[in-house]
C-alpha cells in the first residue's frame, strides 16, 4: 500500500471502519470548529529557516520524565483501539515501541494495560487516568499502571461531563460492542465486572494532591488550557502539563491548543515541561510547537488511521512518516537539534 502521508492513511481507514466508527474517532464535539482549528491554526503559522548554520543530521531525541523518546512525538491516550483493528493496543504499542515512542495507554483501552505491557517488551508505556469519585477504585487503576511498569500518570482534567458528539448521537453510537469492554475498568472482585468510567463533575485538585500522594510516579496533567490552571498545576506538584482540549471532543469552541501554548508555556515557567496534543499532523507542525516551548507533541487520531489501516505496520509507518517529516524540515530550518528551534522562528502567517 503506498501510504505517502497522513492523510492517506486517514483515507484508508475511512474505507475499512464502520462509517460509525469512523465517526467516533474522528469527530468531536457541537460544531466540530475546535476540532477544525486545531488543524488550521497551525496552518496559520509559518517556520522561519535559519541558513549556513553548518548542522549536520538532526538530533531529535528528547528525555521527557525519564522515558526517552528518539522523537518528541508521542501515542496520544484514545480510546478503543480494537475498534480499528483486532490487534488492538497490542499493535499500537509494539508500533510505539519499534518508533522508540511513548505510548499513552488510554483507561479506555480495550486491552488491559498488564497485557499491552506484556505484549511489547522494551515500550515506554503511560497511563492516562481519569480519576473515578470511587477513591478505592482509582487506587486499583494506579496500582495496575504500577504494576505494568508505566512510567507516568496522565490525568485527564478536561472532562468534568463527557462531550455532546453529535455523529455518535445521530449514528446511535454509544458503547462498545459486546465483545469489547474497557478491560482496565475490571471490578478485581465481584465476579470481576467492568465499571462504567465516571466522569465527575465533581473533581478538585485536592484530588490531585490525594494521587500525589498515593503514587511515586511522576503526574501530567492533560487539558490544560487556562494560564491560571497552568500556576495552581504547579502549586500542586505535577511534573509536567499537557495543552490539550481533548482534539476537540469535550467543549467545543476552545481555541486550538498551539494558539494556547505560548501563555501555557509562559505561566509554567520552564518549572515542568509543557506537552502539546491536537491538529498534529506534519513534522512542520511539530517544530512549530517545539519552537513554541512544548517539549514533545502527541498525536491521536493519525495512530488510529494507521492502526485501522494496516495494523501494527500502519501505525509503524505513521510514527516513522512524522519522524522523517521532522528530521527534514530540522534540517531544512538549519537545526543540528530540536533545541535549537526558539519562538523566532515561528511567525504567523494570516
Ligand atoms: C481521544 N482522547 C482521549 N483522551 C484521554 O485522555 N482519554 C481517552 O480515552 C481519549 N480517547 C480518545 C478517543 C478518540 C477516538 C480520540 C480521537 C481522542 C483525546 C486524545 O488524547 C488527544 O487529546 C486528541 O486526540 C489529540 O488530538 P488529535 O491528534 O486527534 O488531533
Not at 109 to 130: C, E, M, R
Not at 144 to 159: F, H, I, M, N, P
Not at 218 to 243: E, Q, W
Not at 251 to 272: F, N, Q, S, W
Request: charged share 25%.
Amino acid at each position: 500500500m503506498g501510504f505517502g502521508t497522513l492523510r492517506a492513511f486517514e483515507d484508508e481507514a475511512r474505507a475499512r471502519l464502520e462509517p460509525a466508527h469512523y465517526d467516533y474517532f474522528a469527530g468531536g464535539a457541537g460544531d466540530e470548529l475546535t476540532v477544525r482549528a486545531n488543524e488550521a491554526a497551525f496552518a496559520r503559522l509559518g517556520l522561519v529557516p535559519r541558513v549556513l548554520r553548518g548542522a549536520a543530521k538532526p538530533e531529535t531525541g528528547v528525555t521527557l520524565l525519564g522515558s526517552r523518546a528518539a522523537v518528541p512525538v508521542l501515542v496520544a491516550p484514545t480510546a478503543f483501539h480494537r475498534l480499528a483493528h483486532p490487534e488492538g493496543e497490542r499493535a499500537t504499542a509494539r508500533a510505539a515501541a519499534a518508533a522508540e515512542t511513548v505510548m499513552i495507554v488510554s483507561m479506555a483501552a480495550t486491552v488491559a494495560v498488564g497485557d499491552v505491557a506484556d505484549a511489547a517488551p522494551g515500550a515506554d508505556l503511560w497511563f492516562q487516568l481519569y480519576v473515578q469519585p470511587d477513591a478505592a477504585f482509582t487506587e486499583t487503576l494506579v496500582r495496575r499502571a504500577e504494576a505494568a511498569g508505566c512510567k507516568a500518570l496522565v490525568v485527564t482534567v478536561d472532562s468534568p461531563v463527557m462531550g455532546l458528539r453529535e455523529r455518535d448521537l445521530r449514528n446511535g453510537f454509544h458503547d462498545l460492542p459486546e465483545h469489547l469492554c474497557c478491560e482496565n475498568m475490571r471490578d478485581g472482585a465481584h465476579g470481576d465486572r467492568v465499571r462504567p468510567i465516571v466522569m465527575s463533575p465533581e473533581l478538585s485538585w485536592e484530588d490531585i494532591d490525594r494521587l500525589r500522594e498515593m503514587t511515586a510516579l511522576p503526574i501530567v496533567l492533560k487539558g490544560v488550557t487556562h494560564p491560571a490552571d497552568a500556576r495552581l498545576a504547579l502549586d500542586h506538584g505535577v511534573s509536567a502539563i499537557m495543552v490539550s482540549n481533548h482534539g476537540g471532543r469535550q467543549l467545543d469552541t476552545v481555541p486550538a491548543t498551539i494558539d494556547l501554548l505560548p501563555d501555557i508555556v509562559a505561566a509554567a515557567g520552564g518549572a515542568v515541561p509543557v506537552l502539546l496534543d491536537g491538529g498534529v499532523r506534519r513534522g512542520t507542525d511539530v517544530l512549530k510547537a517545539l519552537a513554541l516551548g512544548a517539549t514533545a507533541v502527541a498525536v491521536g487520531r493519525p495512530v488510529i488511521w494507521g492502526l485501522a489501516a494496516d495494523g501494527e505496520r500502519g501505525v509503524t509507518r505513521v510514527l516513522g512518516l512524522l519522524r522523517t517529516e521532522v528530521e527534514h524540515a530540522l534540517t531544512l530550518c538549519g537545526c543540528a537539534s530540536v533545541h535549537e528551534l526558539e519562538p523566532g522562528m515561528v511567525r504567523r502567517t494570516c
